[in-house]
T-cell receptor
Framework: SQQGEEDPQALSIQEGENATMNCSYKTSINNLQWYRQNSGRGLVHLILIRSNEREKHSGRLRVTLDTSKKSSSLLITASRAADTASYFCATLPNLFFGTGTRLTVIP | NAGVTQTPKFQVLKTGQSMTLQCAQDMNHNSMYWYRQDPGMGLRLIYYSASEGTTDKGEVPNGYNVSRLNKREFSLRLESAAPSQTSVYFC????????????FGSGTQLSVL
């Protein structure tokens, strides 16, 4: 498979803690995106980072990209119960999605 | 705005039956996509249409056909359904192909018995 891989597969934290999930990919990319999926719903775009960027912030989200290691990380700060969802990375232009990290935030 | 609309939401088929999954977007996007999602496998691209009048195979096209009916609509057809096609199917669209964020529909849960 040419898909990326998220690590860990599942993560459980207390509300207020930070959550970090990682994504590794195999091919050259133009950009990398992170999506969120609530149970039984479609995916929702969170943030996009281009291949010439190393770090990007959006609200409580921080994304880093290391193209030399073909990896990215998503940090969610001060997590909330509503952040409970699965998180996927996606690489473009090849449109490959990772296998996802299932995040559970315990109130 | 409705965004990306998929129909039906649920479907049960018998092996060998055919069906078409419908997808429409009202955002005037040029590009549309069909993915399938299986447990532990993430999303895999079946077909995509970079622009009206064009379609291309993705990672797992076997057993499927697509039609870009017009700029708004992109349908996915299973000619002879197999149990291996039991999955959740998502349609998505983007402004342009391959470098833009995707907008997803809510999915079609398909079971093939």
């Amino acid at each position: 498979s040419q898909q990326g891989e998220e690590d860990p597969q599942a993560l459980s934290i207390q509300e207020g803690e930070n959550a970090t999930m990682n994504c590794s990919y195999k091919t050259s990319i133009n950009n990398l995106q992170w999506y969120r999926q609530n149970s039984g719903r479609g995916l929702v775009h969170l943030i996009l980072i281009r291949s010439n960027e190393r770090e990007k912030h959006s609200g409580r989200l921080r994304v880093t990209l290391d193209t030399s290691k073909k990896s990215s990380s998503l940090l969610i700060t001060a997590s909330r119960a509503a952040d409970t969802a699965s998180y996927f990375c996606a690489t473009l232009p090849n449109l490959f999605f990772g296998t996802g990290t299932r995040l559970t935030v315990i109130p | 705005n409705a965004g990306v609309t998929q129909t039906p939401k649920f479907q049960v088929l018998k092996t060998g039956q055919s069906m078409t999954l419908q997808c429409a977007q009202d955002m005037n996007h040029n590009s549309m996509y069909w993915y399938r999602q299986d447990p532990g496998m993430g999303l895999r691209l079946i077909y995509y249409s970079a622009s009206e009048g064009t379609t291309d195979k993705g990672e797992v096209p076997n057993g499927y056909n697509v039609s870009r009916l017009n700029k708004r609509e992109f349908s996915l057809r299973l000619e002879s359904a197999a149990p291996s096609q039991t999955s959740v199917y998502f349609c998505a669209s983007s402004v342009t192909a391959l470098n833009e964020k995707l907008f997803f529909g809510s999915g079609t849960q398909l079971s093939v018995l």
